[in-house]
C-alpha cells in the first residue's frame, strides 16, 4: 500500500518524504498525444495500464497489508516494550525555555535526527510485512515495464531508477529496528549503532540518485485521451485508501507507544477531537468531506473561552488521497450571543464559508456573482451541545463565481437574515511570468559528492519578480538558509546579499553562495589556507537577478568574505568569524560522544 502513497512520519508527526511513485499516482494533468510516435505511445499505455493493474491489486489487499503491518509491529512492541522510555523528548512545549548555546542545539538536532533514523527503520521494517502480501502484482509490474522502450533516451533511466526503488522495497533485508533502539538506548541516547548508520546512508544515497526529473512530464507528450483516462482512474482508486493509510500511521502510532514514547500533545488532541460526539455529515461543492463535532473546550494553549464550540473537519480529499486529508482544516464555531454571524476563508483559490445560523433557519442560499443561488450545507445543533442553533458550512473553487450574499430563511421561506457585508473572496494572483525552477550551478563537497543551486523564479505582474536561491545536496539534515533576491531594501543595500548551506560530521561542509551586485567585481572567501575565491556562475537577466551568483563549498563557515572591484581594490568585507563559531560549537554538540 505504501507505493500509493507513502508516507515517511518520525515520532513528531513531521512528513519526512514521499516515494517516487507516490508521486506519479498523484499526477493528473497530461497533454495530448498528437503526432507522437505511436512506439512511444504504445509504451506509455501499457506502463499507466501496468500501474493501474497494480494500484487495483494494492487496493483489494489493504486489508491483508494492514493485518501483515499490524502482526509485525505487535512482535516488535513485545520484543522491544519500553526500549524508548526513557528518551529524551525534544518536541517544543509552551512555555517559553532559556536560550540554549550552539552545543546544546547540536546536541538537540543530533538527538533528533538519531530519532527520525530508528523511526525510517521501523518503517522500512513494517513496509516489508506489507510488500510481501502485495508481492505477486508488484512482481508483475516490475516485469511489464521492465520489458518497456521508448524513443526518449532520458525517460528508461527514469523507469528504471523507480522500479529499482520498489524492487528493494520488496526484496531488501528489513533493518534490525528493535537492535537499533536497544544499542541508541544502552549508549544514554547518543550514538547510533552500525546498522542504523548504514541504514540512513543508503537512504541518502537513495535520495542523491532520485532523478531530477519527473516521469510524468516525460511521458506527457505521448499520452491521448485513453492514457489520461487511465491515469484518472489511478488517481481515483487511491482516493478511496484515505481511511486506510489513517489506520496505518495508527499501526505505527501505537507500536510507538508500545515502545514507551509517550503521547505527543498534538496526537492527544487528536485522539480527544476523534472522540467528540459526531453531530453531521455532508460534502461540500468542491468534494471536501465534511465532519461537524463538539469541539473541545480545552485547546492546545489551555481552556478556550468557548462554553460550546463547535469544530467542522474539512479533508479536501480531491487533491488526492491522504495528502488531501494531510490538507485539511479544522475550524471552529463558537454558539454563544456574541459569536459573529459568518466566518470565512480563502485558500489557494478555495473560498470556505461557515457560519452560525439562528435555531429558526432551515436553509442558507449563497448568492453568487454570476446570479446563481447554492445551498450551503446546514447541520442543527441540539441544546445539550450549545443549540438550539445551527451551523453552515460551503466551499467553492475559482475566484469566480464568488459569492455576494448570504441569505437564512426558515421553514416558511421567509428571510430571517440577509447577509451581505465582510464576505471571503478569493482573488487569482496576477503572473505574467508564472513559476520557474532553474539550476544555477553545479559544485563538489569537499568530500567530492556533487550539489546543485536552484532558483525558483516567480513573476507577479509587469513589474515584479522574486527569485529564490537555495543549494540541494541530496541530504535532509543540512542546515540552509534560503537567499531570497527581491525588490532592493532600503536604504542601500550591501554589496553582496550572502547565504550559508551547512552540515555536520560525517559530511561536515559550509557552502557560501550569494549574488554580487557591484558589476565587475570578485568575492573571496578567508579559510585557514588563505583567500579562496568564489566561483561565478552568471545568471540570465530575464529571471531579474541583482548580479552573478557567487558560491564556494569548504570544511567549515570562513571567518571573513572579500568583495573586491574590478580594479582589485577591496569594496567590502564581512566578518563570518561568530557565525564559524557558533557553527564549531553546534557541530560539536551534534557530533556523537566517543563511548
Not at 461537524?292 to 469544530?311: D, K, L, Q
Not at 450571543?337 to 483559490?349: M, S
Not at 508564472?434 to 525558483?456: C, D, M
Request: one cysteine or more; a positive charge; hydrophobic letters at 35%.
Amino acid at each position: 500500500m505504501r507505493v500509493l502513497a507513502r508516507i515517511r512520519r518520525g515520532p513528531n508527526g513531521r512528513i519526512a518524504r514521499l516515494s517516487g511513485l507516490s508521486i506519479l499516482l498523484l499526477a493528473l494533468w497530461a497533454p495530448t498525444a498528437q503526432g507522437a510516435d505511436p512506439a512511444d505511445v504504445a509504451a506509455t499505455h501499457a506502463y499507466l495500464q501496468a500501474r493501474y493493474g497494480l494500484t487495483q491489486a494494492l487496493v483489494h489487499d489493504a486489508a491483508a497489508y494492514r493485518a501483515a503491518e499490524a502482526h509485525v509491529a505487535g512482535r516488535i512492541g513485545r520484543e522491544c516494550q519500553g526500549v524508548l522510555a526513557r528518551a529524551p523528548s525534544d518536541e517544543p512545549g509552551l512555555e517559553i525555555s532559556a536560550p540554549t548555546t550552539p552545543r546544546d542545539r547540536g546536541e538537540q538536532q543530533r538527538r533528533e535526527d538519531q530519532r527520525q533514523a530508528l523511526a525510517s527503520e521501523t518503517f522500512r521494517v513494517l513496509d516489508h510485512a506489507g510488500y510481501q502480501v502485495d508481492r505477486p502484482a508488484i512482481e508483475r509490474f516490475l516485469a511489464t515495464v521492465g520489458a518497456l522502450h521508448w524513443s526518449d533516451p532520458r525517460i528508461p533511466p527514469v523507469v528504471e531508477h523507480e522500479a529499482n526503488e520498489l524492487r528493494d522495497e520488496l526484496n531488501d533485508e528489513p533493518p534490525p529496528a528493535c537492535a537499533d533502539m536497544r544499542f541508541w538506548t544502552q549508549s544514554g541516547f547518543g550514538r547510533l549503532s552500525a546498522s542504523s548508520k548504514a541504514f540512513r546512508e543508503a537512504q541518502e544515497a537513495e535520495r542523491r540518485n532520485r532523478p531530477g526529473v519527473s516521469l510524468d512530464e516525460l511521458l506527457a507528450p505521448y499520452e491521448g485521451p485513453a492514457e489520461r483516462k487511465l491515469r484518472r482512474r489511478t488517481v481515483a482508486l487511491e482516493r478511496s485508501t484515505v481511511r486506510t493509510f489513517e489506520e496505518i500511521f495508527g499501526i505505527y502510532m501505537r507500536l510507538q507507544h508500545a515502545l514507551g514514547v509517550p503521547e505527543s500533545e498534538p496526537e492527544k488532541r487528536r485522539r480527544e477531537r476523534m472522540h467528540e460526539p459526531v453531530l453531521g455529515r455532508g460534502t461540500t461543492l468542491t468534494g471536501t468531506k465534511v465532519v461537524v463535532r463538539r469541539g473541545a473546550s480545552v485547546g492546545i494553549f489551555g481552556r478556550t473561552r468557548c462554553r460550546h464550540p463547535i469544530m467542522l473537519e474539512l479533508a479536501e480529499e480531491e487533491r488526492g488521497g491522504i495528502l488531501g486529508l494531510l490538507s485539511g482544516s479544522f475550524p471552529t464555531l463558537c454558539l454563544g450571543r456574541r459569536q459573529p454571524p459568518l466566518q470565512g476563508t480563502c485558500d489557494e483559490t478555495v473560498t470556505t464559508v461557515d457560519g452560525v445560523a439562528p435555531a429558526s433557519v432551515r436553509t442558507v442560499e449563497l448568492t453568487l456573482s454570476d446570479g446563481r443561488t447554492v445551498e450551503a450545507l446546514l447541520f442543527e445543533i441540539p441544546k445539550r451541545f450549545g443549540g438550539p442553533a445551527g451551523v453552515f458550512v460551503q466551499r467553492l473553487r475559482g475566484v469566480k463565481p464568488y459569492v455576494v450574499s448570504i441569505t437564512e430563511l426558515d421553514a416558511s421561506g421567509a428571510v430571517v437574515r440577509r447577509i451581505d457585508r465582510h464576505l471571503p473572496r478569493c482573488r487569482r494572483e496576477h503572473r505574467s511570468g508564472g513559476l520557474r525552477f532553474v539550476e544555477l550551478a553545479h559544485g563538489t563537497l569537499p568530500n567530492g559528492e556533487p550539489f546543485t543551486i536552484h532558483g525558483v523564479f516567480i513573476r507577479s505582474g509587469a513589474h515584479s519578480a522574486e527569485l529564490t536561491v537555495s543549494v540541494d545536496t541530496g541530504r535532509e539534515n543540512n542546515e540552509a538558509s534560503p537567499l531570497l533576491v527581491g525588490p532592493e531594501p532600503k536604504p542601500k543595500p550591501k554589496p553582496f546579499k550572502l547565504s550559508l548551506s551547512t552540515e555536520c560530521l560525517p559530511h561536515q561542509y559550509a557552502i557560501v553562495y550569494g549574488m554580487l551586485a557591484p558589476p565587475g567585481g570578485s568575492v573571496l572567501a578567508r579559510t585557514p589556507a588563505g583567500l579562496v575565491p568564489l566561483t561565478k556562475a552568471p545568471i540570465v537577466a530575464h529571471l531579474h537577478p541583482r548580479g552573478p551568483l557567487f558560491y564556494g563549498a569548504f570544511p567549515s563557515v570562513p571567518t571573513e568574505l572579500v568583495v573586491l572591484r574590478p580594479d582589485g581594490s577591496t569594496l567590502y568585507t564581512e566578518s563570518l568569524a561568530a557565525r564559524a563559531k557558533e557553527e564549531a560549537e553546534f557541530c560539536e554538540g551534534y557530533a556523537e560522544p566517543s563511548s
